[in-house]
């Protein structure tokens, strides 16, 4: 059985609430979980402390079990201190292809001939 630590959503439309869970990777988001380790409001302000409410022992203790978190789980428990997220790959797509590339360095080459 795979464990994931991940979000699982509350509260009213347009008014996300999330609850920090464990749970089966084969479970949907908001379905059945083994534990409840947290919540995290993302409508709060960053500097809130209400906005991410989190057992820091029981996600160690989840974590060392082989529990993996999710991406933006990884990146609350980073926050509060928890492990180090890796960082991924972020691909090249939003480079300018080769010919807008080259027309940037022929203007290049042209203003610093002028």
């Not at 609850?19 to 995290?40: K, L, N």
């Not at 409508?43 to 993996?68: F, M, N, Q, S, Y």
């Amino acid at each position: 059985m795979s464990l994931k630590i991940r979000l699982s959503r509350g509260g009213a439309k347009k008014r996300p609430f999330y609850r920090i869970v464990i749970a089966d990777s084969r479970m949907p988001r908001d379905g059945r979980f083994i534990e409840r380790i947290g919540s995290f409001d993302a409508l709060k302000p960053k500097d809130d402390p209400a906005r991410l409410v989190l057992d820091v022992e029981k996600a160690k203790e989840w974590i060392a079990k082989g529990a993996t978190p999710s991406d933006r789980v990884a990146r609350l428990l980073e926050s509060v201190g928890v492990g180090a997220r890796e960082k991924r790959n972020n691909p090249e797509k939003a480079l300018p292809k080769k010919k807008a590339q080259e027309r940037a360095a022929a203007a290049a080459a042209a203003a610093a001939a002028a």
